[in-house]
């Protein structure tokens, strides 16, 4: 129990901020909520750091330390700060804000969780913990754009994971067991292990917005601020990811359950990059981007056990898509949510627009960008898996999503604006733009620094592919 | 046709056909009250699976939360007494198909598939308490917590979400 | 110093210094000349004592370039350089009202530099060098006064037309080079069989273009748009001679099949542009059309077998022909017109030029005993040694009887009647550079049997054969010449030539010539292309408005849902209370019913997978 | 030793930062860093040119760990086929920074992205390993893209798109090929030196990696159908931009045919040798025809690239099919000669062209007339220019296309009918300097509208035409060094 | 295999069929929940049945029905607290009158 408390300290650290941060809140003083929350999600990242070497499960098998939840940390809190420092910008001054600051940590500790996830009860948790926090802060604003999207986003979200939950049962009724290592015994009965995956595709295909349960997407991330809207399309997406791959990783490969993944895949590229393409508004089209980009992490999971490149080309596009989408949408922050705003804002304003072609070119994939790297990684994975097809579709999607971008990108260079102004700007917002600059371009450029941690890594834990990594040398 | 049996089929019945009510009145407090029936059905069909903690538990949480609900019926809906008869659905034949088609889908997979061999013994209903906390108190302890975790952030997104703020209310 | 370097290297560095220096371009172009002219005598004299010299230099790997001087190499470069310095000489005097003398004899030296390369050349990527090269110059010369109507197409087409015949030249190489593994000239010399007649046929096409022989023979009138002295050296010893000495230098190789195309074409040039120069209107044009017969006259030579006679008359032509260019450039200076008619009686102004002028039509026309009698004599003698005696006999016999016909006409016209002219200034260079061509015109017919010694003693071609006595050949080729210029004098030319007077006067141009035959089908084909760009472009296009119509209907998708079937479904919804609620679009339960169908169909696609796996 | 294919790549980059550093300093400052940048990248370039390259494999490598646990690394080095290329690219970016001091559009944006495309450029051809080759194969895309969106003509938002978009498409099968390539290799490696020294793919594997790498530099190249981004983007390209576009770029397209589709997956190659061979062939004579019909004296330049960039995919195709080493090495000589000419001579046509622009505000070639007059220098160069882009012996494309179709012809005679393009473009060339050049002397055109060249212009001007002659008349000097790599080709 | 444990899942698959057709078929927030809640008690009906007839030895089981009922609850909670917002700020919530945000 003290070995499994020890190792949860990154967690326990989130919960005891979140109290702190409750209480400050609940004096009025979200300013030190705040603080709290980044000084306790920095702890919480720095003490992730001992765990590195780490690869086990605590409490029975119910929750896993190992490269997914220990690198998820390392992303998703510092991405959580960034997020925090956004939200700040935007909200800093309205009635209540300790509490967005409460809530978005708490999803983070869902996300949190989620990539570790090890059974299906924490599964169930996690995807409802972290849902339950993003009704709240879609719906901060309360205006009628914010309540309608909380309102569908509620609707989709508890259909999604009731039925989740009921396919789950099954998965209980063929093994015995709610872990999810246990899921090997059901070679025997693939029936079950299908019902039992497709609930888990509907529950975190949901959570993670993939086609065809991406509806309520756009909405959220349209009705809510927009820096809620980078949060949810970073944290909680990755936290599901992840669990996803976590998921799959003990499934029978016998099944064939990476077509299915693989077909879904191409349909949330397709369709987000298709529906992307013609909107107005950056942030919905961002959203569908979001949700295409969410298609490009299932060539990892596609891969997950047949190819040893599958865990660290997630981990590292999870970075890589962390840090341009947050630096994408503090952009939008300051620049504002029409393609209108963005006429001749790289005349204007320079830097920005290097920063925003920077983000967008390395959603594209255009190396020596993060997104490049990640995309390469997992393209990588996807063929290893025997799933040449499929990288052809992505990289045909690139292509559409290159339409997608440029859309942003040409009228930044067009003819001048007329009024300079822009929507917001704040240190705060530079800040993260800034430091996700930074990330977006270091992460391309020493993808190694991740990956060799994540290799050295990997090649001690007990993957089910055949193959191991050590000949990656 | 064992006793059990037959309380499992009647209750199951009595459960899902209060279920099937929920949806068939206009007014949405009768819709609360089916639901809590149709709950309290299954209670007792836990009763007579003898999982009696979880039987007990269900009728319990379930009267509270049921009339939790009927009160918000009142609140929000426009004809709580439901006396005209204003049809509260859409996309009626559809929703009607995919819950039958759902509804087959996994009969079949109930039946069909081989749920391998049926357990000859049981814990008694006290065993059965003790196992669940040692459950609860050991291996699930991350979970129990994270049920914890979850409770505490749906008080403070609820109260977030719904309690109106006094400053914007002052600016208005 | 190697004397091959001297040849080549000293007209070339005059070019160099008259383009950096950009003054006194008259004088270095003579000293140019003249010291390339002493390097060419002594390659000559060298060769004389069995001396043979070769630079080779470093070209594409494998392949080095190399000059060799074998006798006639020697011979050739001699004759180059004594009518370039020569006509230099003549330039003076011609372009001394000329502003742009600088490029004027840069350019012409050039000219002599790359014409030395040409004929000195000893592996085919040299030559070939080489003849590009003088294509080039010799369109910046025609080309050169640029702003004139007419000069500009004239040099385009010189250039285009002697252009495509060189790809002949290039496959050709290009077969030789790979059948014999070297590029070296001599090596190649040997290819036998298939590939020989094959080359032997693209070389011919090649010397075709340059030597302007039937039916390429077009470009070379027009090319007279250029200033005298231009003329007389594109004319006379360098590139129309280009395609004659080609073919004189692979004789050995030619097959004899080859040999009877190439006597033909000969044979058909030699009449066909006859014929032309006895109708032209314009001097300068006609004795471009009168160049082009005479290498016709060589051809027949080459075809007969006997390249040993077109040499001969080569050099004897180079030197009549460029007399008669010189001659008329003084008589167009006189009366500022090239005009037959304009230069009516134009001899007697010019007394002295006329005599030269004269002689070396009479040269030409082969009488005895100036030099184009000999040479003509040894190329009806070649005809009647050859296989096809019956065939090339009588074309080279017409061929003569015209050369004396139009001369006849020419000389008739320049001394009858009376008109006036206007004094000539740079006369004396004039009269010096035509003076000591005439003089070779005259006299070359003196140095043949030594030079036919000469290549003898080298064994580089084959000598006339002496079989037949030469009785017979100068009886036949005098009595021609004699016949073509009594007639030519005594009789109009409408009288001549008859019905066919307007056909020869457009040049016999057949089915629209060169424009109709290359230049729109080129031209078609490139619309075409442009036609076909402009589809393409526009197909590029529509594929990006159809990726943008697909995103629209995904939109539309998001909006309303999968319409049609919804729409009916809640089209039966009953609307109680009087309360009217309009049905719209983005709806929640709308989406959530196509997730569930589209999760149906992932169900039973999973189901399906689960089967087949 | 000290890094010098690394200081050299890298030099034009720190040259950006610097600019970039310098947002207050005053225009002619920083056209000066950029000049002064590419002048020392081209000494690096020079120096480089004296260490030479080896008979066997790679010279001059340099190598940094970058990601081992997948076999990736930076990885520099040069042979006989990249270094005249390197050459090529430094001494273009400096002459195209002299020409081009003239911007006066955002210099510093636009010095820092020549500068960008600079190292770019020389990292593409040095790039030892198929990540980093992408790497910068990619960003010299985007800093193209912004070049022609912002410093370039009329309808350039458009004609950008159209490069980016086309070019972008046509680089991801190159991604996909790469991935294959990696895959396939036993040890795991990015390492082009191991996947030419023992190619990883065989049979439909390689063939499908083959025609991957096809359409990505089909695509750059261009060859004929995927070639209609290129008369849009380099007629609305600046000059500066198209010269670096059709000098440098291009080039990326034909060296990868030779590096990757050739060297990685020869024996695909060979089968499809044929297939290549005609899209070559049809590519050379399309362009050729395309460009004769254009009034235009920028897009008739661009096409004749097309026929250029032909002449070389003929080349390499010849080089496939051959079965004798000689014959191989002749015909990969050729193409890699080509580039280079084409690079001097197709760039000194663009900043001609350009040159004339600027005076005249146009590009139509019957706008013009008797220009030999005005602009005398103009003029002569720019018929310099023409001749040697239309083979003329004595400059700098007859070496190579001669040694093109000496092999075609022993390899696969009937291909030699591409010959003919040399024809069209002598035909075209003619048209273009008789309407521009030659006749009566259009009334709006004097020495006051019409200036000849500045000394500015000249500097940029000079080194190409004298190289341009340099290398007709003695291409030993290069050939040397390509024919060193190419007679010891392995396979 | 115990006709009860089938007895039971078809139960469940009943409830969950009545659900699924509430949760799509319901105009109104509220009504929605109440589909959901039918789902999760057929959920809960099947991990009972499972429990019961197959893996008594097992309290996992048991422990899931715990959490399903605290889903139940939280969803609840959290349902009604979107959907006072929702009043508040629109004066109903009907899902078809939620149709600004689209595209």
């Known amino acids: 129990m003290e070995r499994d408390l020890a190792l949860l300290i990154p967690e326990i650290i989130i919960l005891l901020t979140v109290v702190f941060a409750l209480v400050a809140e609940m004096l009025r003083l979200p300013r030190i909520a705040l603080a709290i929350i980044i000084a306790g999600l920095l702890l919480a990242t720095v003490q992730t750091l001992p765990l590195l070497d780490v690869n086990t499960t605590v409490f029975g ?22 997020s925090l420092l956004l939200a700040r910008a935007e909200l800093a001054g309205t009635d209540r804000e300790g509490t967005v600051y409460v809530l978005v940590c708490l999803v983070s500790l869902a996300s949190v969780l989620l990539a570790g996830v090890g059974d299906t009860m924490v599964l169930v948790l996690g995807i409802l913990l972290s849902s339950l926090g993003s009704f709240a802060l879609v719906a901060y604003p309360r205006d009628d754009f914010a309540t309608e999207a909380a309102m569908k986003f509620f609707v989709f979200a508890s259909v999604t994971t009731s039925v989740m939950i009921f396919g789950l049962s099954y998965w209980f009724g063929g093994t015995g067991s709610t872990l999810l290592s246990e899921l090997s015994r059901l070679d025997s009965s693939p029936v079950v292990a299908v019902i039992g995956l497709f609930a888990v595709i509907i529950g975190l295909g949901y959570k993670a917005s993939l086609v065809p349960f991406h509806f309520w997407a756009p909405d959220a991330y349209e009705g809510a601020p927009v820096s809620i809207a980078a949060y949810l399309s970073v944290v909680p997406k990755i936290g599901a990811i992840l669990a996803f791959a976590q998921i799959v990783r003990d499934l029978p490969i016998t099944m064939a359950w990476p077509l299915i993944i ?73 620049v504002g949510r029409t393609l209108e705003t963005f006429k001749g804002i790289g005349r204007n304003k320079p830097a920005l627009g290097v920063a925003m072609v920077v983000f967008l070119l390395s959603l594209v994939g255009i190396p020596p960008l993060a997104g490049f790297v990640g995309k390469f990684l997992l393209f990588g994975a996807a063929i290893e898996a025997g799933f040449t097809w499929l990288v052809v579709v992505a990289i045909l999607n690139s292509v559409l999503s290159l339409a997608v971008y440029l859309r942003i990108v040409v009228p930044m260079y067009q003819k001048q604006h007329d009024d300079s102004s822009v929507a917001m700007s704040t240190p705060l917002i530079s800040l993260v733009w800034v430091i996700a600059l930074l990330l977006t371009i270091a992460i391309g450029l020493g993808a190694q620094l991740l990956f060799g941690q994540l290799n050295e890594y990997l090649t001690g834990e007990s993957l089910h592919c055949a193959t191991s990594l050590s000949y990656l040398s | 046709m064992t006793a059990q049996m037959f309380f499992i089929g009647f209750f199951g019945l009595a459960g899902v056909w209060f279920g099937i009510v929920v949806f068939r009145t206009y007014s949405m407090v009768r819709s609360a009250l089916a639901l809590l029936f149709s709950q309290t059905a299954l209670g007792a069909m836990f009763l007579s699976m003898e999982a009696e903690f979880l039987g007990v538990l269900q009728i319990m949480m379930m009267a509270t939360e049921m009339s939790i609900m009927a009160i918000f019926m009142v609140m929000f809906m426009m004809d709580p007494g439901g006396l005209g008869t204003m049809d509260m659905t859409h996309q009626k034949r559809l929703s009607l198909i995919t819950g039958f088609v759902s509804f087959v889908a996994a009969v079949l997979v109930a039946v069909f598939v081989d749920w391998g061999p049926v357990a000859t013994s049981f814990p008694d209903a006290a065993q059965q308490t003790v196992d669940l906390g040692l459950e609860l108190l050991n291996r699930s302890m991350l979970i129990f917590e994270m049920a914890g975790v979850t409770i505490l952030t749906s008080m403070i997104a609820a109260t977030a979400v719904a309690i109106q703020p006094v400053k914007r209310k002052q600016k208005q | 110093m190697n004397l091959i370097a001297v040849a080549i290297l000293a007209p070339l560095s005059a070019t160099l210094l008259i383009m950096l220096l950009r003054r006194f371009p008259a004088t270095l172009a003579l000293l140019g000349a003249a010291i390339g002219l002493v390097g060419s005598l002594e390659l000559l004299a060298n060769a004389y004592n ?9 070209g594409l790997p494998g392949m080095p370039l190399r000059l060799v001087a074998t006798p006639l190499t020697a011979l050739l470069s001699t004759l180059v350089a004594v009518v370039c310095t020569l006509v230099m000489v003549y330039a003076v005097g011609y372009m001394k009202k000329d502003r742009e003398q600088v490029r004027f004899f840069a350019t012409l030296l050039l000219f002599a530099a790359a014409m030395q390369t040409l004929v000195l050349a000893g592996d085919w990527i040299l030559l070939l060098s080489a003849w590009e090269l003088i294509g080039l110059s010799s369109y910046l010369l025609i080309g050169f006064w640029y702003r004139k109507p007419g000069v500009k197409s004239a040099a385009m087409r010189a250039f285009l037309v002697t252009r495509s015949a060189d790809l002949g030249l290039y496959v050709a190489v290009f077969i030789l080079i790979t059948n014999a593994g070297s590029s070296d000239i001599a090596s190649t010399l040997n290819t036998s069989g298939g590939p020989a007649i094959a080359a032997g046929l693209l070389l011919l096409i090649a010397a075709m273009g340059k030597s302007a022989q039937t039916p390429l023979h077009d470009w070379l009138q027009r090319a007279m748009a250029g200033p005298t002295p231009v003329s007389a050296l594109l004319h006379s010893a360098t590139l129309v001679a280009a395609g004659a000495i080609l073919l004189i230098r692979t004789a050995p190789m030619l097959a004899p099949e080859t040999l009877l195309v190439i006597g033909i074409v000969g044979g058909v040039t030699t009449v066909v542009t006859g014929l032309i120069a006895l109708a032209e209107s314009d001097l300068k044009r006609m004795l471009a059309a009168s160049t082009s017969s005479q290498y016709g006259l060589m051809l027949i030579a080459v075809g007969a077998g006997v390249p040993m006679a077109a040499l001969l008359h080569l050099i004897a032509h180079a030197a009549i022909k460029s007399s008669l260019f010189l001659g008329a450039g003084v008589f167009q200076h006189s009366r500022d017109s090239t005009m037959l008619d304009k230069l009516q009686g134009v001899g007697r102004n010019q007394p002295k030029i006329f005599f030269g002028f004269a002689l070396a039509a009479l040269a030409l026309a082969g009488i005895p005993p100036l030099s184009g009698f000999f040479s003509k004599d040894a190329i009806i003698a070649a005809t009647l040694s050859s296989d096809h005696i019956w065939i090339l006999l009588p074309l080279a016999l017409a061929g003569t009887l015209l050369t004396g016909g139009y001369m006849a006409r020419a000389l008739r016209i320049l001394w009858l009647k009376n008109g006036t002219s206007q004094p000539v200034s740079g006369l004396a260079w004039m009269g010096t550079g035509l003076g000591g061509l005439v003089l070779l015109a005259v006299i070359l017919g003196a140095a043949f049997p030594g030079l036919e010694l000469l290549l003898e003693s080298a064994l580089n071609i084959r000598l006339t054969e002496n079989t037949i006595t030469r009785f017979i050949p100068e009886i036949l080729g005098l009595s021609a010449a004699l016949g073509g210029l009594l007639l030519g004098w005594f009789f109009p030319v409408q009288v001549l030539l008859g019905p066919i007077l307007p056909w020869a006067k457009r040049g016999f141009v057949v089915a629209g010539g060169f424009d109709n035959l290359m230049v729109r089908p080129a031209l078609a084909i490139a619309h075409g292309c442009e036609k076909l760009e402009r589809l393409l472009y526009k197909g590029v296009l529509a594929t990006g408005r159809l990726g943008l119509r697909l995103g629209k209907a995904a939109r539309r998708n998001d909006e309303s849902g999968i319409d049609g079937m919804i729409f009916s479904f809640v089209r039966g919804t009953v609307n109680l209370g009087g309360k009217a ?18 999760s149906a169909v992932i169900l039973v696609f999973m189901f399906i997978v689960l089967l087949t796996y | 030793m000290y890094p010098l294919v690394s200081i050299t790549v890298f030099l034009p980059l720190l040259g950006a930062l610097l600019v970039l550093s310098m947002r207050k300093a005053p225009t002619q400052v920083v056209h000066g860093i950029g000049i002064t940048t590419s002048g020392l990248t081209l000494l690096g370039a020079l120096q480089m040119w004296s260490r030479g390259v080896s008979e066997t ?46 911007v006066r559009k955002q210099p510093h944006a636009f010095v820092a992205l020549m500068l960008l495309l600079e190292t770019a450029s020389i990292g593409a051809f040095t790039a030892l390993d198929g990540i980093l080759f992408y790497v910068f194969f990619e960003v010299s895309l985007v800093s193209m893209y912004f070049m022609i969106a912002e410093w370039g003509h009329e309808d350039r938002q458009r004609a950008a798109l159209m490069f980016f978009i086309y070019t972008f498409l046509g680089s991801l099968p190159l991604l996909l090929a790469i991935l294959g390539l990696y895959l396939g290799s036993e040890t795991y490696t990015f390492d082009m030196r191991a996947w030419i020294s023992d190619p ?16 990505t530099f089909a695509v750059k190249t261009p060859v004929f159908p995927f070639h209609t981004w290129l008369p849009a983007a380099h007629v609305q390209a600046p000059a500066a931009g198209s010269v670096i576009l059709a000098g440098v770029m291009l080039k990326f397209g034909t060296y990868g045919i030779i590096r990757f589709a050739y060297q990685m997956t020869p024996d695909a190659f060979r089968d499809a040798g044929l297939v290549i061979l005609a899209f070559g062939v049809v590519a050379a004579l399309y362009g050729a025809f395309a460009a004769l019909a254009q009034s235009d004296l920028k897009r008739l330049v661009a096409y004749t690239s097309i026929n250029h960039m032909g002449y070389i995919i003929v080349g390499v195709a010849i080089a496939a099919l051959a079965t004798e080493p000689a014959i191989r090495a002749t015909a990969l000589d050729g193409s890699v000669l080509q580039m280079v000419s084409h690079g001097l001579v197709t760039g000194a046509l663009f900043m001609l062209v350009g040159m004339l622009q600027d005076r005249a505000n146009t590009r139509e070639m019957d706008q013009f007339g008797g220009l030999l007059k005005v602009v005398p220098i103009l003029g002569w160069s720019f018929v310099l220019a023409a001749f040697a882009s239309l083979g003329l012996p004595g400059l700098a494309h007859f070496p190579a296309e001669f040694q093109i179709f000496l092999a075609t012809l022993q390899v696969e005679p009937i291909a030699i009918i591409v010959i003919l393009g040399i024809v069209v473009t002598a035909g075209l060339y003619l048209r273009a300097i008789a309407q521009v050049f030659l006749g009566e002397v259009g009334e709006k055109w004097t020495t006051k509208t019409m200036p000849d060249l500045s000394v500015r212009e000249l500097l940029a001007l000079g080194p190409l035409l004298l190289l341009t002659i340099a290398l007709g008349v003695a291409p030993a000097w290069v050939l040397d060094v390509i024919h060193k790599t190419t007679a010891n080709w392995q396979f | 295999m115990s006709p009860e444990l089938i007895i039971a899942l078809v139960s469940g698959a009943a409830l969950f069929g009545v659900g699924i057709y509430g949760a799509l078929s319901q105009t109104n927030l509220v009504m929605i929940m109440m589909g959901v809640e039918l789902i999760l008690a057929g959920a809960m009906v099947n991990m009972v049945a499972f429990w019961r007839y197959l893996h008594p030895d097992n309290p996992a089981g048991q422990m899931f029905v715990l959490i399903i009922m605290t889903v139940m609850a939280i969803e609840m909670a959290v349902g009604f607290g979107v959907a006072i917002a929702r009043f508040r700020a629109k004066g109903s919530v009907e899902m078809e009158e939620a149709t600004e945000l689209k595209g």
């Open chain 1, 61 to 82: 098998g119910t929750f896993r330390i190992d490269t997914l939840s220990v690198w998820a940390k390392l992303i998703l809190l510092p991405a959580t700060v960034l």
């Open chain 1, 262 to 334: 693989a077909v879904i895949a191409v349909l949330s590229m397709t369709y987000g990059y298709l529906a992307a393409l013609v909107q107005n508004n950056i942030v919905r089209l961002l959203a569908y981007s979001s949700i295409a980009q969410a298609g490009y992490f299932l060539l990892g999971i596609v891969a997950v056990g047949t190819s040893p490149l599958a865990l660290p080309s997630l981990i590292i596009f999870s970075a890589a898509y962390a840090a341009m989408n947050l630096g994408a949408f503090a952009v939008v922050m300051v």
């Open chain 3, 50 to 58: 069995g001396l043979s010299q070769e630079i080779i230099l470093p």
């Open chain 3, 581 to 598: 609620r309009t049905l719209q679009n983005g709806l929640i339960h709308k989406e959530l019913a196509i997730s569930t169908i589209a």
């Open chain 4, 57 to 102: 494999g790679f010279a001059q490598v340099e190598q940094i760990d970058w990601m081992p646990s997948i076999g990736a690394a930076y990885r520099v080095g040069v042979d006989g086929i990249s270094l005249p290329l390197v050459l090529l690219s430094a001494l273009l970016f400096f002459v195209t920074f002299i020409y081009s001091a003239k």
């Open chain 4, 200 to 215: 990883p793919l065989d049979g439909t594997a390689a063939m499908l990696a083959l025609v991957a790498m096809l359409i």
